[in-house]
């Protein structure tokens, strides 16, 4: 970003250079549509596991369905072992992914009990195995995901970083954290300068980017690319490009009206529910209702009242109403 350059990936240029992260739970298609209509350079689908016998869940069904989403479509995969993750790649390529992304920045358990995600980091050779059997794989460009290193101890990102660019890895994500970490304290941006700095490839920042104002001072201690957003979109899809506005003019955009946050939610649940049917799309609904809302007054009661209904006119009939509530406050 510094020089001006498009960001690519492949040969993908991205967009804005702002990023929607992977999110398991989170980044389904619906959402993903969402983020790159509102100004989101690219979105990286939820992660699909390595492992076929997983494939043919409804879970794993719903994750390969990218019908109507918008180029490039990034498929995250998460596993342990080089050859199940070439496989992986290659099937999701099959099934229309355009760029893979490899998960090595996930501390979830279920991810790390079998050594993948964020775990792998402690096993140099195995980092480089992955990435050279899936780069070998597929035809799209390949990008990895990682957090600066398992512990405190062993801020390992710009070896990795380095193994990475020689194994063919087209782009780099870094959690400002480590494995250890979770989600706790301040990311960092040092060890993401320190990144930057020894490849060539373009490397991506992430972890706790909020606001406009953050996404400039990270780009600016870190040199990066471009910038992942994944805790900052819950329930606010505009901060796409209210950083791309901010980064392009030095203006901070207005919020968004009531109206449109309302008129955004409600398209919002009919795209869950249509993508995942009744009664499952009404439970997805849930949490992201209460992101959109939590800022607004009200928002408990309203929360209250959407955990006790199980359909789908009656989910929607509340949130309208909230809305509809709070504009007719403000006309007051
Ligand atoms: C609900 C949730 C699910 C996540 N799932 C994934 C995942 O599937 N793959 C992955 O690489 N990271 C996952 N992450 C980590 C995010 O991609 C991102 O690296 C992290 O949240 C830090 O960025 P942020 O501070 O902008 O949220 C997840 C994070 C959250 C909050």
């Known amino acids: 970003m510094d020089n001006g350059a498009p960001m690519r990936i492949g040969p993908h240029r991205i967009d804005p250079p702002v990023i929607l992260a992977p999110m398991a739970g989170v980044t389904d298609r619906p959402f993903r549509q969402l983020c790159r209509r509102l100004g989101a350079g690219l979105a990286v ?110 801020r390992n990102a710009v070896a990795i970083a380095r193994i990475a660019q020689d194994a063919g890895i087209a782009a780099l994500t870094v959690h400002g954290r480590t494995r250890e970490d979770h989600y706790e304290g301040e990311a960092e941006y040092e060890t993401l300068a320190a990144v930057k700095q020894a490849v060539r490839i373009p490397v991506i920042a992430n972890g706790d980017v909020t606001s406009p104002q953050k996404a400039a001072a990270v780009l600016r201690a870190t040199g990066a690319d471009a910038l992942m957003i994944g805790r900052g979109a819950l329930g606010n899809p505009w901060i796409f490009n209210e950083i791309a506005t901010y980064l392009a003019t030095g203006h901070t955009s207005l919020e968004p009206a009531l109206e449109e946050v309302g008129a955004t939610l409600l398209g919002h649940l009919d795209e869950l529910y249509a993508f995942y049917g009744p009664g499952r799309g009404v439970r997805v609904a849930r949490k992201h209702i209460q992101w959109y809302c939590q800022d607004h007054a009200g928002s408990e009661k309203l929360w209250l009242a959407v955990n006790r209904v199980e359909c789908e006119q009656s989910q929607r009939a509340l949130v309208a109403e909230f809305f509809a509530a709070g504009l007719r406050k403000q006309a007051a």
């Open 45 to 154: 689908s939820e992660m699909t596991h390595s492992d076929p016998s997983l494939w043919h869940t409804e879970k794993s069904r719903l994750r390969m369905d990218h019908r109507g989403e918008a180029a490039p479509i990034a498929v995250q995969i998460a596993g342990y072992d080089p050859d199940m993750m070439a496989n992986a790649a290659r099937h999701n390529v099959e099934h229309g992914a355009q760029i893979i992304d490899i998960n090595m920045g996930c501390p979830a358990k279920k991810v790390c009990r079998v050594d993948a995600g964020s775990a792998l980091l402690k096993d140099e050779a195995l980092v480089a195995a992955i990435c050279a059997a899936v780069v070998a794989a597929v035809p799209v460009p390949v990008t990895l995901k990682i957090r600066t290193g398992y512990d405190r101890s062993r």
